[in-house]
């Protein structure tokens, strides 16, 4: 599993060039380019399972006439990963956290499915009464091999 709790930065003009926002600084505190690019991600062979995109819009991206929707979730699976659980709005950062705190709990404790496990922390959020709205838990989908 790999998991990327980030921002993310969409180009819809240059599709190619939407990123994930790492370290902006290195270990000395020296600028660099902390982004992990679109391009770039397409050019990875990842043998992970799935990928967790808990940053904000990350199932969004632009319709491109010929090649479909051109997205972190299309790259990560063009990379060799066969499911990828992305976010389709802007995310509440504390709800996110709880949220994936839960999906993790069920994933590996309770050895759920992916899909199964995202379903119970949705369920497991939407019984809080602070997080009822689906603004909170409903953001998240899973995309590509379900089981």
């Not at 599993?1 to 370290?23: G, I, K, Q, R, Y």
């Not at 051109?70 to 063009?78: A, C, L, N, Q, T």
């Not at 959020?125 to 953001?139: L, N």
Request: overall charge negative; glycine content about 6%.
């Amino acid at each position: 599993m790999v998991h990327f709790a980030t921002h993310t930065v969409l180009n819809d003009d240059h599709p190619d060039l939407s990123s994930l926002v790492l370290s902006l600084v290195d270990e000395r505190g020296n600028p660099q380019s902390g982004f992990l690019r679109l391009r770039d991600i397409y050019n990875l062979k990842l043998s992970a399972e799935l990928v967790v995109l808990s940053a904000c819009e990350t199932a969004l991206g632009k319709e491109v006439k010929g090649e479909g929707l051109m997205s972190m979730v299309r790259g990560f699976m063009y990379s060799g990963t066969p499911r990828v659980l992305a976010s389709l709005w802007k995310v509440d950062d504390e709800a996110t956290a709880e949220l994936m705190k839960e999906f993790y709990t069920q994933l590996l404790e309770h050895g759920l499915t992916p899909a199964a496990a995202l379903r119970q922390a949705q369920i497991a959020q939407m019984q809080k009464k602070s997080r009822q709205s689906p603004y909170y838990w409903a953001g998240f989908q899973l995309q590509g091999e379900w089981k």
